[in-house]
């Protein structure tokens, strides 16, 4: 298996995964407000655990979303360029989409490590707040590295847009 395909493989079900688990949580917690008692303060935890679960389903999902062209953008004026001034606009726009997006995990990461060092933790997890900021490190890292296979056409995110002709729906080469 292909690296690229072995990542979006790996991303499904990291998705997935972070996805039913909020699902049953959440299905947990009806069931346990309806009990009541102990057994629903016992469950206050919920709540937090899948708010911070999502925040983590939130940026697993970026890489994955700019390569099928589901992230929101304009591009009316993109579309109307001749060919060969449209493949120059999407190289421009990969090139600062990485760079932006690479800036954007270091200061996560910068954020991270000065949240560590706080020793602030999660009211009901009485976990690190810091790890929670791993999320957006690995999403926007996720993200830069789409913008850059998409720089070196690796993949063609933007044929994969809604709209564009020729959408293949799985975002270009595997």
């Not at 069931?31 to 008692?37: D, P, T």
């Not at 102990?38 to 911070?52: D, K, N, P, Q, Y």
């Not at 726009?93 to 990485?98: E, K, L, R, V």
């Not at 602030?120 to 590295?145: E, H, K, N």
């Amino acid at each position: 298996m292909r690296p690229l395909a072995l990542l979006r493989r790996a991303e499904r079900f990291f998705i997935v995964t972070v996805f039913l688990t909020m699902v049953a949580l959440f299905a947990l917690n009806v069931v346990g407000r309806e009990i009541g008692g102990s057994v629903a303060s016992g469950l206050t935890w919920i709540e937090e655990a899948v708010r911070l679960l999502n925040i983590f389903l939130v940026f697993g999902a970026l890489g994955l979303a700019l390569e099928r062209g589901r992230h929101v953008g304009i591009d009316t004026l993109r579309r109307r360029l001749p060919d060969g001034m449209q493949r120059v606009a999407e190289r421009i726009i990969d090139a600062a989409g990485c760079a932006a997006t690479l800036y954007l995990a270091w200061l996560a990461l910068e954020l991270s490590r000065f949240v560590l060092m706080t020793g602030q933790r999660s009211p009901t997890l009485d976990i690190p707040m810091g790890w929670i900021y791993t999320a957006p490190v690995a999403g926007f890292c996720l993200l830069s590295l789409r913008y850059a296979l998409s720089f070196f056409g690796v993949i063609d995110r933007f044929s994969a847009a809604p709209g564009a002709s020729g959408a293949s729906g799985e975002g270009g080469a595997a």
